[in-house]
């Protein structure tokens, strides 16, 4: 699976992403038409207008993905962190920023984020965005090399050596 096909998925499913006190014509000034050279600006001046922390999540985390989309990947982070703070529900906020992380080859943080996603259960209201956000939160989890394992520090190394 390409990158892109991936890239153009979260495009969609970040249309489907509208939280239930949404403005309309804000959160639509920022992602209805998802090129990102379009939303960026849309969603910037959304984060300036929109007051509601639900409605300012959504406009961050479309905007993240606009970035991402544009491979602007350390500002797709800060979005997309600022989204998690703002709604720590938005599962679909966690598994994206867990797919630029991998992206960037930090594979710990990615892991970190995709067990985040898949330890909160899913929004029954709108459930489709976060089972897209489970399923490829367990997807890549699985794809992802285990993580480096800790060796035992060395007698030598604890003070243990020849005492007794």
Not at 72 to 87: G, K, P, V
Not at 105 to 134: K, S, V
Request: proline residues 8%; aromatic residues 6%.
């Amino acid at each position: 699976m390409s990158n892109n096909w991936v890239k153009g998925c979260v495009a969609a499913l970040a249309l489907l992403v509208v939280g239930p006190a949404a403005n309309a014509a804000e959160v639509g000034r920022c992602d209805l038409n998802m090129v990102p050279d379009k939303a960026i600006p849309g969603c910037s001046a959304s984060i300036k207008t929109v007051r509601d922390p639900v409605d300012l999540a959504f406009a961050y985390y479309h905007r993240g993905v606009a970035y991402w989309r544009k491979d602007e990947l350390d500002r797709a982070i800060e979005d997309l962190s600022t989204a998690i703070r703002l709604q720590p529900t938005l599962i679909s906020a966690l598994t994206v920023r867990g797919l630029v992380q991998e992206e960037r080859g930090d594979q710990e943080r990615a892991r970190a984020d995709f067990n985040a996603a898949l330890a909160r259960p899913a929004n029954t209201r709108n459930y489709a965005p976060d089972q897209w956000a489970h399923q490829t939160a367990r997807e890549r989890l699985a794809k992802l090399p285990p993580p480096p394992r800790t060796a035992a520090p060395s007698p030598a190394a604890t003070g243990t050596v020849g005492s007794a």
